[in-house]
Every structure is written in C-alpha cells, then in structure tokens.
Nanobody, 121 residues
Framework: QVQVVESGGGLVQAGASLGLSCAASGSIFSINRMGWYRQAPGKQRELVAVITSVGVTNYADSVKGRFTISRDNAKNTVYLQMNSLKPEDTAVYYC???????????????WGQGTQVTVSS
C-alpha cells in the first residue's frame, strides 16, 4: 500500500504566502516525478509545477516567479511555496507522486486527497 497525504492550504488574502507539503509513505522503491496540480470550480485540473528526481522543475506560466516547488527525497515529500497569491489561484490543490513499488515493474501515479486554497481579494 502507498499513502499520499497533503497538508497546508487554507484561506488567505491576496498578496499573502502559503505553503503546501505532500508526503508519500508505504511500499515505495523509488519516486520519479513529483508535482502539484489544481482544479478550480467548473474548470479542468491543470498542472501547477513538477520536479524530477534530479531536481529539474517546470511551472505553469501563470505561477512562474511566484511559486516554488521543491522536494526532500529522504522524506518522500514534495513542497509548494506560494507567494504573491492572487484570487485566481483559488482552487483545490492536488499533489502527485510517480512511484515504483518494487525492483520490477513500472512507475504509477499516486494522488493526494486534495487541499483547498482560497485567496480573497
């Protein structure tokens, strides 16, 4: 079994900062890509940021320069630091881990439960 648990999120005013974290635990052999996605009401889930196993990052244009993704491989944890938040950042944020559970087999996606981020104007 693999568990992916998010923490953080909440209600903040525009311009504020907020941090999210997401830890994977259980039967894990290795983790490749980790990422954050978000889904606003009435919209499709979209990529926010991803980070590879060697630390290469990629961001959505809408968050570049404001959000920072990082990871702690020893803790199987990915972080998202969100600065200068805007009302349009309001969404449910989901973390994603690409996990290999054994020496044989491939990588599969595991998702967190989602955490609400609300930015008031």
């Amino acid at each position: 079994q693999v568990q992916v648990v998010e923490s953080g999120g909440g209600l903040v005013q525009a311009g504020a900062s907020l941090g999210l974290s997401c830890a994977a635990s259980g039967s894990i052999f290795s983790i490749n890509r980790m990422g954050w996605y978000r889904q606003a009401p009435g919209k499709q889930r979209e990529l926010v940021a991803v980070i590879t196993s060697v630390g290469v990052t990629n961001y959505a244009d809408s968050v570049k320069g404001r959000f920072t993704i990082s990871r702690d491989n020893a803790k199987n944890t990915v972080y998202l630091q969100m600065n200068s938040l805007k009302p349009e950042d309001t969404a449910v944020y989901y973390c994603n881990h690409e996990i290999k559970r054994g020496y044989k087999g491939g990588y599969y996606d595991y998702w967190g439960q989602g955490t609400q981020v609300t930015v008031s104007s």
